[in-house]
């Protein structure tokens, strides 16, 4: 919904935590997010100055005319590498294997396409409205150090149980490269009332950047995989940056236009969809007056089924910012993603640059002929330049950017035919 001016932050704030939690109905299983970024702001207030700051940049982007400082098509197919840390212990085990795994990666797909065939209880009046982000998920094929892995990892850990962010510290995968998902027995949910659980939570994309190893998803085991459920996705939606629909309540907003006003979360609704719960309309400021969008993904209601045009619109503006080490474009040009060549052999700085950068690698043989390559998001080649590398081992060398346009670019070095390496670039 419509929102949000300066004086109204202080109120933002005291909602955010009372919205989810109020109104929650015993024996349900919630989003943990607004409470974990509660507590985050406590330790860091910076956090959520922030977070204003970039709501800020965001809306005069989205909704002022300003220029965004990327530009990639709107259709352009974003691939995001995936792992899922299965943290288990013989007392609470956790059982989420691959396959499991493989389809909660599928229904990730449908729900980023906007191709999940629910989509057909989507009431009329709000049908076009439904927005295809074009983020394609995907299991990592290599781990950090570049070799292969299912996308898939397991640990034993007491922390499983009960778990916090210090579940984190078993196992993480750079944030810049992965998105991280840990897959716990429960979730800490002793603030909750009683016999409420959380389902998981994540880190908004303004909190991630300087988290780094905690940044990422904990999920309760049961709500991976093999299920209706679409806890995944709606975590990864504050993974980039959106918020609850009833975030602000009536007046404050979600910083989306097209998504109608609500009070609080709509749990315990529409379980008999689409034959009940259809005319809730929780609040009556917007105009025109329309209902609650029970189906979106950023309400708690079971018949979530779709982000809306303006959602998908923030979640790329994130993902293209804040998160653009996280994503790949894959074009016929075979740009590889991070996660999938050895990360660490390959240094770009300073990034973001507003010229030159230079390109510093290791691990070349000498007397080969290295090709550093600039491509932009639509797999178009902007910058070749070959170099024999001199001796053994590292390698630096200056490039001109004079020639490439603002945007985000992928940097990729081959030795001879080979690709090795990868990182992102912002040219601003
Ligand atoms: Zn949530």
């Known amino acids: 919904m419509k929102n949000l001016n300066s004086m109204n932050k202080y109120f933002w704030l005291v909602l955010l935590s009372l919205a989810a939690f109020t109104r929650v109905d015993a024996q349900y299983s ?7 970024y509660q507590q985050q702001i406590k330790k860091n207030p910076q956090i959520e100055q922030d977070r204003i700051n970039s709501d800020i940049q965001t809306r005069a982007v989205m909704y002022g005319g300003a220029a965004s400082k990327v530009s990639i098509s709107p259709d352009a197919e974003l691939l995001i590498p995936v792992v899922f840390h299965i943290i288990t212990t013989a007392t ?15 229904r990730l797909n449908e729900d980023y396409s906007a191709t999940n065939s629910d989509t057909t209880n989507i009431r009329p009046i709000f049908k076009s409205r439904l927005g295809n982000a074009h983020i394609r998920f995907i299991l990592a094929t290599k781990d950090p150090q570049g070799n292969p892995t299912t996308g898939v990892t397991k640990d034993t850990s007491i922390l ?42 994540a880190v908004f ?7 780094g190893k905690s940044d990422g998803v904990v999920i309760d085991h049961n709500f991976v995989g093999y299920t209706t459920d679409r806890t995944l996705t709606h975590e990864i939606g504050h993974i980039l940056g959106l918020y609850h629909t009833f975030q602000g309540g009536c007046t404050i907003g979600d910083e989306i236009d097209d998504t109608p006003p609500v009070t609080a979360a709509n749990l315990s609704k529409c379980n008999s969809w689409p034959t009940s719960d259809t005319t809730i309309n929780t609040c009556h400021n917007d105009v025109p007056d329309l209902p609650d969008m029970l189906e979106n993904i950023m ?8 982000f809306t ?28 993603n991070e996660a999938s060549l ?9 990034n973001p640059t507003t010229e030159n950068f230079t390109v510093e690698a290791n691990g070349i043989s000498a007397g ?21 590398a001199s001796s053994e081992g590292d390698f630096t060398q200056q490039i001109d950017g004079s020639q490439i346009i603002p945007g985000v670019y992928k940097i990729v070095l081959y030795e001879g035919n080979e690709m090795k390496a990868v990182k992102s670039l912002v040219k601003e």
């Not at 919630?30 to 974990?36: L, T």
């Not at 994309?205 to 988290?211: A, I, L």
Request: proline share 3%.
């Open 30 to 36: 919630i989003c943990g997010s607004d409470e974990y």
């Open 205 to 211: 994309p303004w909190d991630g950047v300087r988290r």
């Open 299 to 306: 309400d708690y209601a079971s018949c979530k089924v779709m």
């Open 368 to 388: 080969k002929t290295v090709h550093i390559k600039c491509y932009d998001m639509m797999g178009r080649l902007h910058l070749d330049q070959a170099v024999v």
């Open 92 to 106: 609470h085990p956790v059982t989420t294997n691959l396959s499991a795994c493989k389809d909660q990666i599928r």
């Open 342 to 350: 050895n990360t660490a052999a390959i240094s770009v700085f300073p």
């Open 160 to 201: 499983t149980y009960q778990a916090g962010d210090s579940v984190k510290s078993v196992i993480d995968w750079d944030h810049n490269f992965y998105l991280n998902v840990w897959v716990v027995s429960n979730i800490n949910s002793s603030s909750l009332p009683k016999g409420s659980t959380i389902a998981g939570y």
């Open 309 to 336: 045009k303006e959602q998908v619109v923030r979640m790329r503006l994130y993902l293209t910012t804040n998160r653009v080490s996280l994503f790949y474009y894959n074009t016929v040009a075979g740009i590889a």
